[in-house]
């Protein structure tokens, strides 16, 4: 039977592992230079956002020992599936409401 993590410090650690620009995720994997570049100005919009800049915020994460969204951890915390569904979803979402407002 495996032991729990009861070390809060670690109790979210994602997976590290080396990997170029095009891996995401713990899983690895490569995604499309589309999704690459999905994926970099998605982690740039949340890295900048309240969650990382607003102090109060960040200390408030620490507190309740969840990560703060800091671009590394967020190129980190999805697979690359993940990123590309979001990849898919963004665009099925900004195709139908391009053809709307024509």
């Known amino acids: 039977m495996k032991a729990k993590n009861k070390d809060p410090k670690t109790k ?18 490569v995604l499309s230079p589309e999704v690459v570049t ?7 919009l949340l890295a900048k956002s ?19 969204p800091s671009a590394t951890y967020l190129e980190a915390a999805f697979t690359s599936k993940q990123w590309t569904r979001a990849y898919q979803a963004t665009s099925a979402l900004r195709d139908h409401f391009q053809r709307r407002t024509i």
Do not use: H, T
């Open 12 to 29: 979210n650690a994602l997976p590290r592992e080396a990997g170029g620009a095009a891996l995401a995720g713990g899983n690895g994997g």
């Open 38 to 44: 999905f994926r970099g100005d998605q982690v740039k």
């Open 50 to 68: 309240g969650w990382n800049c607003c102090s109060s915020i960040r200390e408030g994460l620490k507190k309740v020992n969840l990560p703060v």
